[in-house]
């Protein structure tokens, strides 16, 4: 592995066919596994069926994916620093591109531990928590948070 910063070139994934929004592709990305992309479409567009239901058809269901991605995306988070022998937990703000990645993953793994019928329909009342400032991703935010808030003392460590 190189210890020179090498510049890598993010890809363009496009945008979804029935949205044309690029973070719900992102997101049907990071449903997808092993390659099963149609499962994934399907997945994420019942849970924004859920969502429509609830805030009427089109832009607004969108909207409302989009509020609820939004407040789940973190801004601080705790990284593991070894300075003389002692592992401290140091707090450090998070970069966009992690920030985001960090709430499609936490809002799969929240709607995977719920129990409903179907993913799609966790996945969707997932969503409608995070809406609200409720559910498992929501948690998993603030739980980091408060990691970082508690490790406060320790950021005159971070160089």
């Known amino acids: 592995m190189p210890r020179r910063k090498t510049v890598i070139k993010k890809r363009d994934i496009g945008v979804d066919p029935r949205y044309q929004s690029e973070l ?8 997808m596994e092993r390659g099963k992309k149609n499962v994934a479409r399907k997945i ?9 239901k609830r805030f009427g058809e ?6 409302a994916f989009q509020k609820s991605y939004d407040q789940v995306v973190p801004l601080v988070e705790v ?17 966009l591109v992690r920030g985001r990645s960090l ?14 019928k179907s ?13 609200e400032g409720r559910g498992g991703a929501m ?10 808030e508690a490790n406060r003392a320790f950021s005159h460590y971070s160089w």
């Open 103 to 116: 709430a499609l993953r936490w809002l799969i793994i929240g709607a995977s531990s719920r129990t409903d």
């Open 139 to 148: 948690k998993k935010r603030l739980d980091v948070h408060k990691m970082a």
């Open 58 to 63: 089109g832009d607004k269901a969108l909207e």
């Open 79 to 95: 990284r593991s620093r070894r300075v003389g022998g002692s592992v401290y937990q140091i707090p450090s703000e998070v970069s």
């Open 119 to 131: 993913m799609g329909l966790r996945l969707g009342h997932e969503l409608l928590d995070a809406y």
């Open 24 to 31: 719900v592709q992102r997101l049907i990305n990071v449903v």
């Open 44 to 52: 994420v567009y019942e849970a924004l069926d859920v969502m429509s």
